[in-house]
């Protein structure tokens, strides 16, 4: 008999539930958890209002920077016609909002700068830039 592994990673997951039913028996977990219960409750408009932010930097990304960086990957110097675009792209939506989030961590945002910076326009990904780490 064959057992599907997506079956049992699912019921694996099924059982990290268990741990939400010590929430009646434990009275400091249960505590714990009506505490988380009411930060997510009170964080909701932050929540909102970061999403929103995200999303018009995301579709700004992808208006400035779509397809306009392609770098020589032996050379790192800007080639448009044979060159690859670097790891953290504009290129597509999914792309852009995984560099926006990396940006917003400051996860290597500056390498992520400086590619735009010399490929695109230093005064518009500079707008970009500061508009972002204001607003973000």
Known sequence: MIVNSEAITVLRAVRT?????LGRYWKSFEVLLENLRETLIDIKSFTCLLVIVLYSYTMLGLEFFSYRASFNSSTNEIDYEHGHSPHYNFDTILDSFSTVFTILTNDGQSLIYYNYYRAVSPTLS?????????FA
């Open 126 to 134: 500079t707008i970009y830039w500061i508009t972002f780490m204001i």
């Open 17 to 21: 539930f268990r741990l939400f039913k």
